[in-house]
């Protein structure tokens, strides 16, 4: 497929993706965020949903699995996960994952002006487990299958391209995936025990056919120098990870968050979120569970940001919060869902205006993947 096909209005080679405004420059962390209060305060009672908010927010059910979404034809898919966000003239598509395997995919809603649902449709078909992915600045979705050997699919998110199986990208337990637009690279993470945090740079920026795959090396420790070493073989015959001497290693790769020249993700197996400066090379910790005291974050996964340099981390159990750490180093919770202790939380993402959070429940309250449930947040979100 032509490059052309897959733009929808977007400037390629552009300095800033969305949210990635100026403020995340100041947004580096000098030391791991701590517990602290939120700027949005204490969480209160529980709501119709089930969902527990800080003052001047409200939620509401958008999708159910198994359902019709709205009075769109559309059934919601299964085991909602990853998604993202994209302008559609003066309304929204919000675009989600479906982590089930075989048959997971991923489908799409369609929003006007006010937020009333307008659409519902599929996007991606006959894949694997379809976990987390990215947005890219040209307007697609990165849909990663989290399977060995798993492939990274462009999608449309208006539903109207066919999708396109990305196998330059490489082959392996994929998860995220963030777009940096300054240095023209796409950062992945890996999620396995042993997993490594790559990039892959196509040779025409904005074109995935074509490029190369590299992996992030660099010391022990938790901090230090990064060095890219390009990955022989991205087809993945001999896994990917293991290929290149030194790659350093991180332990369950999650969510994975580009802004303002700084990659953030998380591994869940050490419940951190680390920040890759892409200027200076150079990685470090912005939270560590394990340097905190009653730590409030817990089971790390999907991640994403807003213009006021506040990042939002959805939790893989824990309290089934979404947490924020704040550019003064502070994390605290923002909401938490109740009664759903056999979930996890998935796709957080802002509508373009940044006054809408979407996010969902994988399994419910029945603890199945039949039973995800996809919300939308609506309140005073920083600017």
Same mark, same amino acid.
């Given at each position: 497929?032509?490059? %052309?096909?897959? &733009? ?9 993706? !969305? ?11 000098? /030391?791991?965020?701590? *517990? ?27 999708? %159910? ?7 769109? @034809? ?87 391209? !066919? ?7 490489? %082959? ?29 740079? *196509? ?12 992996? !992030? ?14 990955? *022989?073989?991205? @087809? ?9 001497? #030194? ?7 999650? #969510? ?24 200076? @090379?150079?990685?470090? &910790?912005?939270?560590?569970?394990? &340097? ?26 824990? /309290? ?27 796709? *957080? ?6 006054? %809408? ?27």
């Amino acid at each position: 497929m032509e490059r %052309r096909t897959f &733009l929808r209005g977007a400037v390629i080679g552009s300095s800033a993706a !969305a949210f990635g405004g100026t403020l995340w420059r100041g947004a580096a962390f000098a /030391n791991p965020a701590q *517990p602290g209060t939120s700027p949005y305060g204490a969480l209160g009672s529980a709501d119709a949903n089930g969902i527990q908010l800080p003052a001047g927010f409200t939620s509401r059910v958008i999708a %159910r699995s198994g359902q019709k979404v709205g009075s769109t @034809s559309y059934t919601w898919h299964n085991a909602p996960d990853g998604g993202a966000c994209y302008a559609d003239g003066t309304g929204w598509i919000y675009v989600s994952n479906s982590e089930i395997n075989p048959s997971g995919g991923a489908g799409a809603v369609k929003f006007s002006s006010t937020g009333a649902i307008t659409g519902s449709y599929r996007i991606l078909s006959g894949t694997r487990q379809n976990c987390a992915g990215g947005k890219t600045p040209w307007n697609t979705w990165l849909s990663c299958e989290e399977v060995d050997r798993g492939y990274v699919y462009e999608t449309d998110p208006w539903g109207v391209q !066919a999708a396109v199986r990305r196998d330059v990208m490489g %082959r392996f337990k994929h998860e995220a995936a963030a777009a940096d637009p300054v240095r023209k690279t796409i950062y992945l993470t890996e999620d396995t025990t042993d997993g490594c945090f790559y990039r892959f740079t *196509p040779t025409t920026w904005g074109d995935l056919s074509a490029g190369k795959l590299e992996v !992030a090396k660099m010391g022990s420790g938790t901090s230090g120098t990064v060095t890219w070493a390009q990955v *022989p073989d991205p @087809s993945g015959a001999t896994a990917t990870r293991n290929q290149v001497s #030194g790659a350093k290693r991180f332990n369950g790769g999650e #969510g994975c968050y580009y802004a303002d020249d700084t990659c953030w993700f998380t591994t869940k197996g050490d419940n951190r979120v680390w920040q890759y400066d892409a200027a200076a @090379s150079t990685l470090e &910790l912005a939270y560590d569970d394990s &340097l905190v005291s009653g730590p409030p974050l817990t089971g790390v996964d999907n991640i994403t940001g807003t213009s006021s340099g506040d990042l939002f981390i959805a939790e893989d159990g824990g /309290n089934m919060e979404i947490c924020m750490i704040t550019p003064a180093e502070i994390v605290a919770p923002f909401l938490r869902i109740t009664g759903q202790s056999g979930s996890e939380i998935t796709g *957080p993402a802002f509508s373009p205006d940044g006054k %809408r959070l979407y996010f969902s429940s994988q399994r419910g309250t029945s603890g199945s993947s039949s039973g995800g449930i996809t919300y939308e947040v609506t309140g005073p979100f920083r600017a």
